[in-house]
């Protein structure tokens, strides 16, 4: 397993996920309504709304684990923290930083892995919209339009004031 590189503005992205008080909240229906839809969507078992702070990603909305969150280091989201474009996984088993990672070789035995940079102020990234599979595949074009779009509607309910106050 290879360990996530550190952001080169590790700080600055900490510090905004901190003053955004989004870390260990309760459930919020209207995020929880984009894991669900994208899940569907996409006909995968799993997908996670991760926000990665300093040792571990917490998982702001699931669906399909139980857990809510990893270790950092275990984490694939913490490799698409340095980047803007989407980072996509076709076969962990054939990638080089993900083949004996826990999370392949056991539970939840993760294959396919599309995480979408949650990208805030600043050009910030604070986590990932991400799907996971348990067999391998690849996103067509459309496919990943459509999830650039739901992240972005992450991101504007996780920027939004009223993104803490639930309906």
């Not at 080169?8 to 955004?20: F, I, V």
């Not at 280091?73 to 923290?81: P, Q, R, T, Y």
């Not at 067999?135 to 004031?161: C, F, G, H, N, T």
């Amino acid at each position: 397993m290879i360990t996530p590189p550190m952001p080169d503005n590790e700080a600055d992205r900490l510090a905004l996920l901190y003053e955004l008080l989004l870390l260990d909240t309760p459930p919020e229906r209207r995020l929880d309504k984009i894991v669900e839809f994208a899940s569907s969507e996409f006909n995968v078992p799993i997908c996670l709304i991760s926000l990665v702070d300093s040792n571990r990603q917490w998982f702001k909305a699931r669906v399909g684990i139980d857990a809510c969150e990893t270790p950092r280091d275990m984490s694939f989201c913490s490799h698409a923290l340095g980047s803007s474009e989407l980072l996509v996984v076709p076969d962990a088993l054939l990638d080089a930083r993900f083949h004996d990672n826990p999370l392949v070789s056991g539970g939840p035995r993760i294959r396919f892995y599309a995480g979408a940079p949650l990208m805030c102020r600043d050009g910030l990234v604070i986590g990932t919209l991400c799907l996971i599979d348990t067999v391998p595949r690849v996103l067509d074009p459309v496919e990943q339009a459509i999830l650039k779009s739901l992240r972005d509607l992450v991101v504007i309910e996780l920027m939004s004031p009223q993104a803490l106050v639930d309906e």
